[in-house]
T-cell receptor, first 119, second 113 residues
Framework: EPEVTQTPSHQVTQMGQEVILRCVPI?????FYWYRQILGQKVEFLVS????????KSEIFDDQFSVERPDGSNFTLKIRSTKLEDSAMYFC?????????????????FGSGTRLTVV | GNSVTQMEGPVTLSEEAFLTINCTYT??????LFWYVQYPGEGLQLLLK?????DKGSNKGFEATYRKETTSFHLEKGSVQVSDSAVYFC????????????FGQGTTLQVKP
């Protein structure tokens, strides 16, 4: 079964440093997402990406965050200057099969997450 | 706005007990509804879904019925196992948006032998 792959699985960074979290979505999907989950809390939407641009972003996704799909296979989340409160599990997801009407109402495939620890 | 509310946990049950985790939602129109499960140390897995009113989603012995009249999507299982111990998230996607999943706060299930 196709998978969404995220790397690294765990990243530790110093406050103020830039981090890039990487994801390889399912190749024939159209929509890409980042979510985060602070330890013990709910899963929160960060951003959705479609047709090479951001289609929606949350209040959390401020100027410190950016996303990119640089080469047609990778999908990255960059945090420019990390803060302690950015420590969380970050999940990438994709949905929407090309050539079908199966968009997101059928659910997504999530990656296994990157645990970001800011010290 | 759209939102999902789940019953507070943790829920602690003995093996073979009946499970219900309540979920209600607020949304305009006709959202699609989902249950995701997160096993310890792992990511989110889709457990089941329902895309229209009165649909019943089912998987691995779990069931949930999309009830538009009560705006609910309660998760049930007739006989839980220790291996079902996990965090369960109810979620919705609104039909008109960009596919943003809105999650409930999650309910931790602990099943004891």
């Amino acid at each position: 079964e196709p998978e969404v792959t995220q790397t690294p699985s765990h990243q530790v960074t110093q406050m103020g440093q830039e981090v890039i979290l990487r994801c390889v979505p399912i190749s024939n999907h159209l929509y890409f997402y980042w979510y985060r989950q602070i330890l013990g809390q709910k899963v929160e939407f960060l951003v959705s990406f479609y047709n090479n641009e951001i289609s929606e972003k949350s209040e959390i996704f401020d100027d410190q965050f950016s996303v990119e799909r640089p080469d047609g296979s990778n999908f990255t989340l960059k945090i420019r200057s990390t803060k302690l409160e950015d420590s969380a599990m970050y999940f990438c997801a994709s949905s929407g099969l090309k050539g079908t009407d199966q968009t997101f109402q059928y659910g997504y495939t999530f990656g296994s997450g990157t645990r970001l620890t800011v010290v | 706005g759209n939102s999902v509310t789940q019953m507070e946990g943790p829920v602690t049950l003995s093996e073979e007990a009946f499970l219900t985790i309540n979920c209600t939602y607020t949304a305009t129109g006709y959202p699609s509804l989902f249950w995701y499960v997160q096993y310890p140390g792992e990511g989110l897995q889709l457990l089941l879904k329902a895309t229209k009113a009165d649909d019943k989603g089912s998987n691995k012995g779990f069931e949930a019925t999309y009830r538009k009249e009560t705006t609910s999507f309660h998760l049930e299982k007739g006989s839980v196992q220790v291996s079902d111990s996990a965090v369960y998230f109810c979620a919705l996607i609104h039909s008109g948006n960009t596919g943003k999943l809105i999650f409930g706060q999650g309910t931790t299930l602990q099943v004891k032998p």
